[in-house]
């Protein structure tokens, strides 16, 4: 899984400056919810929404990925972090 982060993190890698990475991941959660709401209309069916989830949340993904090293957090941290904040979540 590490090998696949670091070659999407090289396709196409420019220096950017940060705020590019955080705007970036908030135009493609709107893309995300965008399919959904299209599904909802019944404007696309489930495989035509899966399809386009994939793509969107690949986007989503990476720019995580890049706010992420530029923070120098790894992805196990992000991973492990939300589990153990969901766990104490759900034992309350």
């Known amino acids: 899984m590490k090998t696949i982060f670091k070659e999407s993190l090289s396709i196409n890698y ?11 991941l908030t135009a ?11 599904f909802l209309w019944g404007r696309q069916n489930y495989k035509e ?13 990476y720019y995580h990925c890049m706010i992420a090293k530029e ?8 991973v492990k972090t939300n589990i153990t904040k969901r766990k104490n979540r759900e034992a309350k």
Not at 28 to 38: F, N, P, S
Not at 49 to 61: A, F, K, M, P, Q
Not at 72 to 78: M, Q
């Open 14 to 24: 420019k220096e950017l400056p940060i705020e590019v990475y955080f705007l970036g």
């Open 28 to 38: 493609e959660a709107g893309e995300v919810a965008t399919e959904y709401q299209r």
């Open 49 to 61: 929404t899966r399809e386009n989830l994939i793509s969107e949340l690949g986007d989503v993904l």
């Open 71 to 78: 923070y120098d957090i790894t992805i196990e941290e992000i």
